[in-house]
């Protein structure tokens, strides 16, 4: 595909920032990038908050922000000096020693969520595939080689293989054959269905507490707390996949918070790093039975990342900036709920600054592209399915900018 900026959408004003390229010559040729997902002609050369600008000074409002990983939004100041400052003092001293940010962010994770044993990772597939790794020791250590791990119908782990086998997302089953198996699937919200699945070599339960890539589909209160009774009673253990969910997404830092349960495996990622590679894989102390040489990676705790994890959780994990989340999504909310109405649409839901809205028919992906192509500026929006959009602002959006998206919504789906 080649991408030319003499042949771009309209530039529009910048109030925030500069242009770039004002050269005339920017020009890019993505051949020499595998062909992996279909991507529109537009390259993206800047961000800031909740806007993005392309190579030919577009701007566009961003409620996609990375995929939910850009918590504090483009190119905050907190990840800008925390990288800065420890770029100057140590970058990557191997993962055969201790460094000083891992452990601060370890100890820190630790604390907030109350699993004591922490295992830094570069990659939500990489925890999760950690996680399964956990799962399949401890049962081999404490429940006579147990390794099954029931997961769900729709959910979503990861692009590794375990990962892929663990994920029930349609189509993939056929996909890299054969996979890792073990992996019996239960459905959402339903106890029997994971009672099915249990025998005598099940050591765990894996889940999302709300599932992201299925549509913004959340596990009830009632199921999550009967999952983590039926998991006591067998003896099994409850892995929730915190990676999309995690880190204030949802309103409270851990969306498990909310259900009053607690797991024995969480996995972290996206919104830990704020738009750098980093995840986590947290687990109770009578759990973390990982023997030397079980578990390991070259970037596992790399000290550049875990500054950037500490500089976001000392902004997230404050209560008055969770607080400010739960306002932004009610006023999301709010907002989504009149369009539903407005446009005879089928309904909204989600928790927090993780949302989708029902549009009743499979519109969702015409609706992007031309939200996308919008004037004066593009708005950025996710279908995850046919007929939905997912919105997945930063946590700090601004109240104007909730405002500002939906008007431009509110444009799109008068002409759709
Ligand atoms: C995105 C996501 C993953 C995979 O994370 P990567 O960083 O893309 O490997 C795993 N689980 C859930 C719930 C996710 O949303």
Redesign the pocket.
């Known amino acids: 595909m080649k991408i030319d900026q003499n042949q771009a959408l309209t530039p529009a004003p910048l109030p925030l920032m500069r242009a770039r390229g004002d050269d005339g010559a920017a020009r890019f040729d993505t051949s020499a990038l595998m062909e992996v997902a279909a991507r529109p002609p537009l390259v993206f050369v800047e961000g800031r908050g909740s806007w993005l600008v392309d190579h030919a000074g577009r701007r566009y409002l961003d409620f996609v922000q990375g995929?939910?990983v850009n918590a504090l939004g483009h190119c905050p100041r907190e990840i800008g000096d925390a990288l800065a400052a420890q770029s100057q003092r140590l970058v990557s001293p191997s993962p055969a020693f201790f460094n000083d940010a891992a452990i601060r962010l370890a100890q820190r994770l630790a604390e907030l969520s109350g699993l004591q044993r922490v295992f830094l990772a570069?990659?939500?597939?990489?925890?999760?595939e950690g996680a399964i790794k956990l799962a399949r020791k401890f049962g081999s250590v404490h429940r006579g080689g147990a390794f099954e791990i029931v997961t769900l119908a729709d959910?979503?782990?990861?692009?590794?293989l375990a990962?892929m086998a663990a994920s029930g997302k349609a189509g993939w089953d056929q996909l890299f054959e054969p996979k890792v198996p073990g992996f019996p699937k239960a459905r959402l919200n339903d106890l029997d269905s994971v009672r099915a699945c249990i025998g005598p070599t099940t050591v765990a339960v894996m889940l999302?507490p709300i599932?992201?890539?299925a549509g913004v589909v959340p596990a009830s209160a009632e199921f999550l707390r009967a999952l983590r009774a039926l998991c006591d009673e067998r003896g099994l253990l409850l892995i929730l996949?915190?990676?999309?969910?995690g880190v204030g997404r949802t309103g409270t830092l851990f969306a498990f918070e909310q259900a009053g349960v607690v797991p024995d495996i969480m996995?972290l990622?996206?919104g830990l790093g704020g738009g750098v590679?980093l995840?986590a894989l947290l687990a109770k102390e009578e759990v973390a039975c990982f023997a030397h040489g079980d578990q390991g990676g070259t970037y596992c705790g790399n000290p550049l990342m875990a500054a950037v994890g500490t500089a976001v959780l000392d902004t997230v994990a404050q209560p008055e900036f969770l607080a400010g989340v739960v306002e932004r999504g009610a006023h999301l909310h709010r907002h989504l709920q009149r369009l539903s109405e407005e446009h005879r649409l089928a309904g909204e839901r989600g928790a927090g600054l993780l949302r989708a809205l029902d549009l009743g028919r499979p519109v969702a992906p015409a609706v992007v592209a031309a939200a996308r192509e919008l004037q004066p500026e593009g708005l950025l929006l996710n279908a995850p399915r046919p007929q939905l959009l997912r919105f997945m602002p930063a946590l700090n959006v601004a109240f104007d900018e909730i405002d500002r998206m939906a008007a431009q919504l509110d444009r799109v789906l008068h002409d759709i």
């Open positions: 995929w939910a570069s990659s939500g597939a990489e925890a999760n959910g979503f782990h990861g692009r590794t990962t999302e599932q992201g890539e996949d915190e990676v999309q969910t996995t990622g996206k590679p995840a």
